[in-house]
């Protein structure tokens, strides 16, 4: 098995494991724990791997996504029956 590239968190320096997937605070690999310190520190994105914020996404997407089709489902037919 070919031997790989320790990777380590841009924040507190610790190793991020080969099965582990390095996080992404802004353009630098962090490991989940400072991910998430930062993310509560400093108000950032959405986490996609917490169920919770999946859900919200999910529910704005909903509320949302309808009434633009809709929308683009006429502006289509008034441009098909011109």
């Known amino acids: 098995m070919p031997e790989t590239e320790t990777r380590h968190c841009a924040n507190c320096g610790s190793a ?46 909903a509320a949302t996504v309808p009434p633009l089709l809709g929308a683009l489902w006429y502006f289509i037919r008034a441009l098909m029956a011109q």
């Open 16 to 61: 991020i494991g080969n099965l582990e997937t390095p996080r992404v605070y802004k353009n630098h690999a962090v490991c989940a724990d400072c991910y998430q310190k930062l993310n509560r520190r400093f108000g950032g994105a959405l986490d996609m791997h917490n169920p919770v914020h999946v859900l919200i996404v999910v529910v704005i997407a």
